[in-house]
């Protein structure tokens, strides 16, 4: 899922994301509570008839940047208290409220609201933590179940599973969560300050306690490499703001690898940014004039590369779905991580 963090996917129009291969973006709770105001989107039709965008949207709970806000933050039984960012007003987010915002948004899919936290921290705060977010849990879905969608149509539930650092706690909470009716589950929580490694470990202590017939979605995680090795630990969803981030800092992912379009190697080159894509920006241009577009600033630049961006990722995506059908995963994954190298002097997850 691309995202959309203030109802639009930067730079990008409902068909560039269409011609990129999107079927589902993401969008914010948080920031779309604040600005413009989850009812007065509810009044202009929903997040859909808003952005023109006629895919599946999918909605976080807020939990997660509410918890980066750090040190505007008090976290009670009732919900959460916080300062907006943007005027530092005081703001209260409860397991209800989000539920209401996410109905008012009229997104496709809707996430509970969970106590996030960030590693590492003591095993007790750890378990409390994951504790509340299973009453939260509870709370957010038989709200949910008392609201209607500015369409009327009837939102698909996630639950969060939290559960820190600590495998056994992440395998309890999910199987804790699992005993809800619920239409999907999100994993939360991770790569917030452990090692890939120990990541992935606990993805894995999640999935496998969670049913295999409902949908797991991997929360806010994905270098090119994360999303190949998260499908193969049987995740389906994910959602990243690298690609768009890192758009527009220059930073191109290619089939060959990350791309600095800054540079100095591409001055004169007349190569498109990857010859194995097919999005306008590798079809027209060459790395020459895109290196120039940004240099110079240019809003072209921006929107070049991040439609790039989102197609190598809708392509890697695509591609993964083919493989999984024939039954091929793990050498398709080790055939793009053979081919996806570390190039250009680049690390390849710039930050
Ligand atoms: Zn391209």
Redesign the pocket.
Known sequence: MPVGTQGTVKGLTPSDLRAAGTRILLSNTYHLMLRPGSGLIRSLGGLHRLMAWDRPILTDSGGYQVLSLKGLVNVREEGVEFRSHLDGAPEFLSPERSMEVQADLGSDIAVTLDHAVLLPLDAAAQREAGERTLRWTERSLRHARTLATPGGYRQLLFAIVQGGGDPALRREMAERTAHHACDGFAIGGLSVGETKDETWSLARAAVEALPPDRPRYLMGMGTPRDLLDGIACGIDLFDCVLPTRNARNGM?FTSEGPVNIRNAAHTRSDR???PR???????LFTRAYLRHLHLAGEMLAHRMLT??NV??YQTLMEAARRAIERGDLHSYARECTERYRERDGDPPEPA
């Open positions: 191109a498109p940014l990857d894509c097919s999005c306008e920006a590798c079809a439609l790039h197609t190598f």
